[in-house]
T-cell receptor, first 111, second 112 residues
Framework: GEDVEQSLFLSVREGDSSVINCTYT??????LYWYKQEPGAGLQLLTY?????DMKQDQRLTVLLNKKDKHLSLRIADTQTGDSAIYFC???????????FGSGTRLLVRP | DGGITQSPKYLFRKEGQNVTLSCEQN?????MYWYRQDPGQGLRLIYY???????QKGDIAEGYSVSREKKESFPLTVTSAQKNPTAFYLC???????????FGSGTRLTVV
């Protein structure tokens, strides 16, 4: 079945690292994505990872993929107040244009 | 610059009225999508279209209609049959699988 789950809320102090977690159920997922949504705006693609990769790093962002446990995480190093937003993970099944989104994790960065 | 444009940003609808939300892209993307977002919830797929003159229902299509007469345009009509239309509506487009979706900035629809 198709289901993506995320925790609803995460609060961190400015300068700390944030780790946002996501689990998915469909083992045929080939691409996994992280999106950021600021208040009243659309979603912005942050990064993506192929299912044959374990890790991807892009500046302050590190994505870890554990295919055995169907677990995806996004680590934000040196979290800033501008990182406060809702973060969505999404999976795409093989040969499909459709993305399945999680319910989003609201990240609050405290000064 | 290429992008995807949604209009209007805010829309108010009276009970019993149909309203149409606009979505235009100049990215030359084949596929386009409409999602609904309610407070504290994720995105739910309303309709999607992979090519011109073809579209499929998503998970919550009842009370909505779409058309895809041009590659660039994918308007969404919220009909009077949609009993709870107040929400934030997001349009997206994509090409291939590598880059995921490009989203518009959204339309907030409120029933008054």
């Amino acid at each position: 079945g198709e289901d993506v789950e995320q925790s609803l809320f995460l609060s961190v102090r400015e300068g700390d690292s944030s780790v946002i977690n996501c689990t998915y159920t469909d083992s045929s997922s080939t691409y996994l994505y992280w999106y950021k949504q600021e208040p009243g705006a659309g979603l912005q693609l942050l990064t993506y990872i192929f299912s044959n990769m374990d890790m991807k790093q892009d500046q302050r962002l590190t994505v870890l993929l554990n295919k055995k446990d169907k677990h995806l995480s996004l680590r934000i190093a040196d979290t800033q107040t501008g990182d406060s937003a809702i973060y969505f993970c999404a999976e795409r099944m093989d040969s499909s244009y459709k993305l399945i989104f999680g319910s989003g994790t609201r990240l609050l960065v405290r000064p | 610059d290429g992008g995807i444009t949604q209009s209007p940003k805010y829309l108010f609808r009276k009970e019993g009225q149909n309203v149409t939300l606009s979505c235009e892209q100049n990215l030359n993307h084949d596929a386009m999508y409409w999602y609904r977002q309610d407070p504290g919830q994720g995105l739910r797929l309303i309709y999607y279209s992979q090519i011109v003159n073809d579209f499929q229902k998503g998970d919550i299509a009842e009370g909505y209609s779409v058309s895809r007469e041009k590659k660039e345009s994918f308007p969404l009509t919220v009909t009077s049959a949609q009993k709870n239309p107040t929400a934030f509506y997001l349009c997206a487009s994509s090409t291939g699988v590598l880059y995921g979706y490009t989203f518009g900035s959204g339309t907030r629809l409120t029933v008054v």
